[in-house]
C-alpha cells in the first residue's frame, strides 16, 4: 500500500474514533464541546497516532491501541488551540478554517484547551484499559505527561515565547530547545508509545525514542521552511508568521539551505536506527521520510 493510501486508511480510523471518544454536542457544557469537537474533528493530518499505529504494527502488535493513539491527537489539539491565542500568537486560521478562539471567544478556547488536556488522559484511563494492563497503561500516562510537561510542550512554548521578546535567547541552543520540546517531545511519546503497547524490549524502545526525536526534529525544521516556501492554501495557515512574530527558526539562525540539509541528514540518521526492524519497519520508514519531503 503506498504511503498516502495508508495514511488516508489510517485517517479514517482515527477520524472515526476521534468522534466516537469526544463528548457529545448536546451534552451539557453544549458550547465547550462544541468546540472541543470543532478543533478536533477538522482537517488535521493525524501525524501523532498514525505514528503510534504504524510503530505498534511494526512490532508486530495486534490489540487496539486507537484510544492510545488518540489522546496524541487530544493533546496536539490542545497545544493548537493554546498556541493561536492572542496571549500567544494570535492566528486567525488552523487547518483551513477559523482558529477556535476566533469562533467562539478567548475564554471557551482556553477552557477547550483545558478539557482536550484532561481529556487525553481520561480515554486512556477509561477506554485503553479495555484492552491493556494497567501496568501499561501507567506507563502511557507517564509517557504522556512528560511530553506534555514543562519538560516537554509546556517548556519548550515557554522559551518560544520568551525568544520572541529577548533577542540575547537567539542562538543555536536556545533554537535547540525549543523545537526539541515543544515539537518533537509528542512525537517521540507517540512512537514510545507505540512501543510500549507492543511490550518493546528496552533496546527497542531507545532505539526507536532516538529515531522519533530526529524525525521530530526534521519535522519542525520542516514547518520553519514551509513557513517560508510553502503555499499557504496547502498549508492551511498563513505563512510568513514566523517572521512577522520574530520567531526564532532554523532559516533564521543558519539559512534555508542548510535547513535543508540539516532535514535530509536528520532523517538519514533516523532511519539507520530503524534497522533493527528489518522488513517490518519498511512502512514506519516511508512514514519519516513522508514526514520530512512533505510539502504542507
Known amino acids: 500500500m503506498k504511503i498516502k493510501e495508508y495514511l488516508q486508511q489510517q485517517k479514517l480510523l482515527i477520524d472515526q474514533a476521534l468522534n466516537d471518544y469526544l463528548p457529545g454536542l448536546t451534552e451539557r457544557p453544549e458550547v465547550l464541546h462544541q468546540a472541543m469537537r470543532y478543533s478536533v474533528l477538522s482537517n488535521g493530518k493525524r501525524i501523532r497516532p498514525i505514528l503510534l499505529l504504524a510503530t505498534y504494527q511494526a512490532l508486530n502488535g495486534t490489540a487496539n491501541v486507537v484510544p492510545a493513539a488518540c489522546s496524541l491527537e487530544f493533546i496536539h489539539c490542545f497545544s ?11 492566528d486567525d486560521y488552523r487547518r483551513g478554517i477559523l482558529t477556535c478562539h476566533k469562533k467562539f471567544g478567548d475564554a471557551i478556547a482556553l477552557l477547550a484547551g483545558d478539557a482536550l488536556l484532561t481529556h487525553a488522559f481520561q480515554i486512556i484511563a477509561k477506554e485503553q484499559s479495555k484492552y491493556t494492563s494497567a501496568s501499561i497503561v501507567v506507563k502511557l500516562i507517564k509517557e504522556l505527561a512528560e511530553a506534555t510537561s514543562t519538560q516537554g510542550i509546556m517548556g519548550g512554548q515557554a522559551v518560544d515565547i520568551l525568544a520572541e521578546k529577548d533577542f540575547t535567547l537567539h542562538c543555536a541552543e536556545t533554537l535547540e530547545y525549543i523545537h526539541r520540546q515543544k515539537t518533537a517531545a509528542l512525537l517521540v511519546a507517540a512512537v514510545r508509545m507505540g512501543a510500549i503497547l507492543a511490550k518493546a524490549t528496552d533496546r ?6 532516538e529515531a522519533a526525536g530526529k524525525i521530530g526534529l526534521a519535522y519542525q525544521i520542516k514547518d520553519d521552511i514551509l513557513d517560508i516556501t510553502g503555499d499557504q492554501v496547502l498549508l492551511g495557515k498563513a505563512t510568513g508568521r514566523d517572521e512577522a512574530l520574530g520567531k526564532l527558526t532554523y532559516p533564521v539562525i543558519y539559512g534555508l539551505d542548510y535547513a535543508t540539509a540539516r532535514c535530509k541528514e536528520l532523517l538519514a540518521e533516523a532511519v539507520s536506527l530503524l534497522d533493527f526492524l528489518g522488513n517490518s519497519g519498511t512502512r514506519l520508514r516511508i ?3 513522508f514526514l520530512v519531503e512533505r510539502r504542507y
Open 287 to 289: 512514514l519519516f521520510r
Open 204 to 209: 527497542q524502545l531507545q532505539l526507536l525514542g
Open 80 to 90: 493548537l488551540i493554546h498556541d493561536d491565542l492572542p496571549i500567544m500568537d494570535n
